[in-house]
């Protein structure tokens, strides 16, 4: 058995799983916190990964440092989907909190179309072709390397991520009125707790990270349109299935093992096989464990 | 204190209060003795604003509380243990507590308030990093008042605290709510179906029925009356 291949696999999967991480995270909050599968979520990733490629269409004219460029065009698509996320919250999904859950639901799918669509036609339906300005490292870039310099900001990027998250909720105050939210929403009224503002934070935080996984992954594989983020949308949330539904160290679990599972399927069997691996291993864990990898059977703490 | 008038709650087509009236001073301790179904706790969740009543007045210390959001309320300094206890099952015991304090910004007061805590219940000290679903239906009850009390209340609304418990903890969670009541000067707003231990430690009584009040007189004439001894009393 050929070693090197078998890590670059092993790395490979573990770049496709940070990626599918960024976007679970979001899925998985959300779920947490008010029960619905935002299936909206995809389109802010899509919509970060636009704004990122207008900022930096526009600065590139400037003859700005491309390292700056990027900096620069992540904070601002963060910002924008942000504004997107915590929106979208508010028009579709806040209404509807009160009416069974299928009612919230559908209104996610509309969501996601109309994004879609209005992508679409402000846009373009061609794919576009998107620079990759991550930061280039010598080490990386030789031909024997296991893993380019994309890769590596993508894994260190998402490592970064869930540290700040787990930091997050398990020691600032806002991170336990999520938790306390999520747990009993009446009991976190009655403490005191504003859910509206703790439900808006976890739109916002969401459409952050979903927005930064969009600049990356796009400038990792370097074309974007309109559709992209249907596609990484429902990979990331059978991800969040995968691992648990609700569980934020499951939704990173599910990733990995979902990036993985493609990885080395694709590696060693077909890559035409890509998705058809990810759904059998999804079947299969949730015949045996329903509930996800690391999800809670009963109503627990989801975030 | 608190002044309600003519509160008329609905969930959904189902009036559940149907035109209720009563009044507490500062101090006192209140109870609301009932069967199910009669109204008690959508009385304390009107109060409250998670049931938004529909119409009627809540006058609290010259304030009216209707159409405010639950958060504002609780900002007031009115505080509810709700029934069943409503623990944080996968917080800790001190992140439980913590949550009671969320409104609260006076580190100082908080610690010593804590210490007030754990010095009450020895208990809760020796579980503080456990999670709150784990302990006993008993130790949850002390945890859910101690939770109220991190808030400072200045008007505690009890909803039946000694809900499944057995008689011997449920004689220790009234000694201490007497006490506490005794000993900061609470007023305590306490819904009870075990009316005769509410009545026992409270000032003042109200008899529901079916989202009316039906009786309203001191604790010592609603336990000699003949109706309630009958139906609540079982005597």
Redesign the interface.
């Known amino acids: 058995m050929d070693l090197t291949y078998f890590f670059e696999l092993l790395l490979g999967g573990l770049t496709r799983g940070s990626i599918y991480a960024l976007l679970a995270l979001g899925y998985t909050m959300v779920y947490g916190i008010i029960q619905l599968i935002n299936f909206a979520h995809g389109e802010i990733y899509m919509i970060g990964a636009f704004t990122a490629l207008i900022v930096i269409g526009v600065l590139t004219f400037t003859g700005m440092n491309g390292i700056a460029i990027i900096l620069i065009a992540i904070v601002v698509a963060m910002v924008f989907s942000t504004g997107y996320g915590f929106t979208m919250e508010k028009l579709a999904y806040k209404p509807l909190r009160r009416a069974p859950r299928l009612s919230a639901l559908i209104s996610a799918i509309g969501m996601s179309m109309f994004l879609q669509n209005y992508v679409l036609l402000a846009q373009t339906p061609d794919f576009l072709p998107f620079p990759n300005l991550l930061p280039k490292i010598a080490r990386l870039e030789q031909a024997e390397s296991l893993m380019n310099s994309s890769q590596f900001t993508i894994l260190v990027t998402t490592a970064g991520v869930m540290i700040i998250l787990t930091f997050l909720i398990k020691f600032t105050?806002i991170g336990?009125?999520m938790?306390?939210t999520s747990?009993?929403k009446?009991?976190?009224?009655?403490?005191?707790?504003?859910?509206n503002k703790v439900i808006s934070f976890t739109f916002v935080v969401g459409s952050a990270t979903a927005a930064l996984g969009g600049v990356l992954i796009s400038s990792h594989t370097g074309q974007i349109n309109y559709y992209i983020g249907f596609i990484a949308g429902i990979k990331a949330f059978v991800a969040a299935v995968l691992g648990g539904i609700g569980s934020i160290p499951g939704a990173v679990l599910g990733s990995l093992v979902l990036g993985w599972t493609e990885s080395f399927g694709t590696g060693y069997i077909s890559s035409d096989y890509e998705d058809v691996f990810a759904f059998i291993f999804l079947i299969a864990i949730l015949i045996f464990k329903p509930s996800g990898i690391l999800g809670k059977t009963s109503a627990?703490?989801k975030v | 204190m608190l002044k309600v008038d003519n509160l008329q709650t609905y969930y959904g087509n189902i009036q559940a209060l149907k035109g209720i009236s009563f009044e507490i001073n500062e101090g006192e301790i209140i109870t609301v003795i009932g069967a199910n179904g009669a109204g008690k706790t959508t009385t304390l969740m009107s109060i409250s604003g998670i049931v938004p009543p529909r119409s009627g007045q809540i006058i609290f210390r010259d304030e009216s509380l209707m159409g405010i959001e639950p958060d504002s309320i609780v900002s007031k300094g009115i505080i509810q243990v709700p029934e069943g206890r409503r623990i944080f099952p996968y917080l800790t015991v001190q992140e439980n507590l913590d949550m009671g304090a969320f409104l609260r910004k006076d580190p100082e007061g908080i610690r010593e308030d804590f210490e007030y805590i754990y010095s009450m219940f020895p208990i809760l000290a020796e579980r503080k990093n456990q999670q709150g679903g784990t302990l006993s239906g008993g130790e949850q009850q002390m945890l859910a008042i101690s939770r109220a009390i991190m808030a400072r209340p200045k008007l505690l609304l009890l909803d039946e605290p000694s809900l499944g418990l057995a008689p011997i903890i449920v004689q220790k969670i009234f000694e201490i709510i007497g006490k506490f009541n005794k000993e900061s000067g609470t007023t305590i707003l306490l819904v009870e179906q075990n009316a005769n231990m509410a009545l026992k430690v409270a000032d003042r009584g109200y008899v529901m029925e079916t989202g009316t009040i039906a009786m309203a007189d001191t604790c010592e004439n609603l336990m000699k009356s003949d109706e309630v001894r009958r139906a609540y009393l079982g005597i």
């Open positions: 105050k336990k009125a938790r306390a747990q009993d009446t009991m976190a009224m009655l403490s005191g707790i504003n859910i627990g703490d």
